[in-house]
């Protein structure tokens, strides 16, 4: 059974920094991309980052260029997003996300697998 399990979110002042990780386990030879995404109260599920799983391609979304980074490790089977200077408008909870095929990778409904959600708060 594929699982992907998220950490690392709190509550932190605009100008911090987070680190998110994200494990997967279960079948992961399959995997092709892995994403985060973010949902804020009210709003529509958006797309934050992703990185090839057997690949160096990363994309961002235009918000986030220049301030996160993601990064895998696969012999951990673990995805990151580290987070650099927060601004309050980043306050979400972030969700990790597997697609085991091509696709739009900014869509969630391209996505095959989710995690719970880790709760990011960004105060100003």
């Known amino acids: 059974q594929v699982q992907l399990v998220e950490s690392g979110g709190g509550l932190v002042q605009a100008g911090g920094s987070l680190r998110l990780s994200c494990v997967v386990s279960?079948?992961?030879?399959?995997?092709?991309?892995m994403s985060w995404f973010r949902q804020a109260p009210g709003k529509e599920r958006e797309f934050v980052s992703a990185?090839?799983?057997?690949?160096?391609?990363?994309y961002y979304a235009d918000s986030v260029k220049g301030r996160f980074t993601i990064s895998r490790d696969n012999a951990k089977n673990t995805v990151t997003l580290q987070m650099n200077s927060l601004k309050p408008e980043d306050t979400a909870v972030y969700y990790c996300?597997?697609?085991?095929?091509?696709?739009?990778?900014?869509?969630?409904?391209?996505?095959?697998?989710w995690g719970q959600g880790t709760q990011v708060t960004v105060s100003s």
């Open positions: 279960g079948r992961t030879s399959s995997i092709y991309l």
């Open positions: 990185i090839r799983w057997g690949g160096i391609t990363t």
């Open positions: 996300a597997r697609i085991d095929r091509g696709g739009p990778y900014s869509r969630p409904t391209s996505y095959d697998y």
